[in-house]
């Protein structure tokens, strides 16, 4: 029995998407940027998690300083739902930041973080589950590509998924049978 909860435990962590799925070094503001760095503008972690049950996505990312107080401050999440997409960013250096929906967000604190309806991006070639998406912050204050303090992550990457709740009764299943045929041997 030590053996199954065990294993359960490990294929659980291991199939839970992780808390950040991108972390970020502090103090990275884009060389290109010409506005006022503050730490609300240096993202340090962010993830983007597509929950197949709800049908939501959740987005979250934690900045170098407090975001209240910091004006002018936004973030934008860029999604490629798959299709054509614009990849503005290639000029000061990020050519796979590539997206055709964005969710641009203000916020509170040291952290962001929002949950919507999958239906507020529909997608255009991907499941949601495949959809991709990057994470920049900007000041405002400031037009252009410059307004582009920080990039986390600089490229691309897939969206994380939330196991379905028959996916979990399966793995558990497997493992039960895997700790049973041990016992028997």
Known sequence: MKLLITAVALVAAAAAPAAFAFDDPA?????????????????????????????????????NGPVAGAAGVAYAFGFDKGGAS???????????????????????????SATFSADLLPGTGLDFGNFAWALWS????????????????????QVSSVPEPASWALMAAGLGLFALRRRAA
């Open 27 to 63: 103090g990275d503001l884009l060389p290109t940027f010409t506005g006022t760095p503050v730490g609300a503008l240096d993202i340090l972690q962010s993830s983007a998690v597509f929950d197949s049950t709800a049908r939501t996505f959740t987005i979250t990312a934690v900045t």
């Open 138 to 157: 900007q000041d405002l204050a400031v037009s252009g590509l410059a307004r582009n303090a920080d990039f986390g992550p600089g490229a691309n990457i």
């Open 86 to 112: 614009n990849s503005p960013f290639a000029a000061i250096g990020f050519p796979d930041v590539k997206f055709n929906a964005v969710a641009s967000l203000r916020a509170d604190g040291n952290s962001i």
